[in-house]
């Protein structure tokens, strides 16, 4: 098969999967409540069994079933509302030594976020907010990265990020953090575009890290289980880092949606009354 050939083919599995994955999410998002509690949870797990594999950890053992189980049981807990207690269900997981428990608390940091900014008042704006910077970021930095090129961003890591492309992504993030700032609550679009670029830099890092991990374990792709893109954590690395950041931004207010946490003192903290779910 030529290189031609074979790039149309991964593309053409790229836009399948993304053709049932994205009405899918959007949906879950949409409804909340179980429907997207049991989505979070499922990909909670998957994360896990993704990792685990990675490092070459046996999951047909009680030891695996009980590293599948932990972020699971994390996820019910934090929905029971003992959120502390799930939290502190990511210490344990160190008795199963460090390798074994990475997969595990990223899973369970990255769902638990994921749940908690749900579950927020302005809940599907949050979530929205979060997945439209990390799109934005990872889609501008590609673009900007091929369209200017220059030096690379980290090239003993992913040689592929150029500088440029963070910097594109950085602004591609706080433009996406502002206009989904100012649709959901029409006012609060300059903290929307602090936050969003606050929040690309958190992606853009977990990108990094997970690429620094596949390439110390000598792997290309996390996995396969989506076709044309690779695994889970190939797909939702920024997302991993970006939403424990939104999170922790949301403990900082009460009613508000979690960007209006940065915006500076001195601004006017009124806003037109918008409906949020």
Do not use: N
């Amino acid at each position: 098969m030529s290189s031609a050939s074979a790039r149309w083919s991964d593309l053409r599995l790229r836009l399948l999967s993304a053709a049932v994955l994205v009405p899918v999410a959007a949906f879950c998002i949409w409804r909340g409540g179980l429907v997207y509690d049991a989505l979070i949870l499922l990909a909670m797990f998957g994360l896990v069994w993704e990792g685990e594999t990675l490092i070459r950890q046996p999951l047909k053992t009680w030891r695996g079933g009980l590293l599948l189980a932990w972020p699971v049981i994390a996820g019910l807990a934090a929905l029971k509302g003992e959120w502390s207690a799930a939290f502190w269900m990511i210490w344990p997981t160190l008795i199963f030594g460090f390798p074994a428990s990475v997969p595990v608390i990223v899973s369970i940091v990255g769902g638990l976020s994921l749940l908690w900014l749900r579950h927020l008042p302005f809940g599907m704006a949050s979530v929205l907010f979060v997945l439209s910077v990390v799109i934005a970021s990872d889609s501008f930095a590609y673009l900007t990265g091929r369209i200017f090129g220059g030096p690379k961003l980290a090239p003993s890591i992913s040689p592929g990020k150029t500088r440029s492309g963070a910097i594109g992504g950085l602004l591609g993030a706080s433009l996406a953090g502002g206009l989904v700032a100012w649709l959901a609550v029409p006012g609060t679009q300059i903290g929307g575009l602090i936050c969003g670029a606050v929040l690309g830099v958190f992606s853009q890092s977990g990108d990094l890290l997970e690429s620094a991990a596949k390439r110390r374990l000598g792997v290309k792709d996390s996995g396969r289980l989506i076709p044309g893109h690779g695994g889970l954590l190939d797909r939702f690395d920024g997302l991993l880092a970006a939403a424990p950041a939104a999170a922790l931004l949301s403990l900082a207010v009460a009613t508000q949606p979690f960007w209006w946490s940065i915006l500076p003192a001195h601004l006017p903290t009124s806003y037109g009354s918008s409906s949020h779910d």
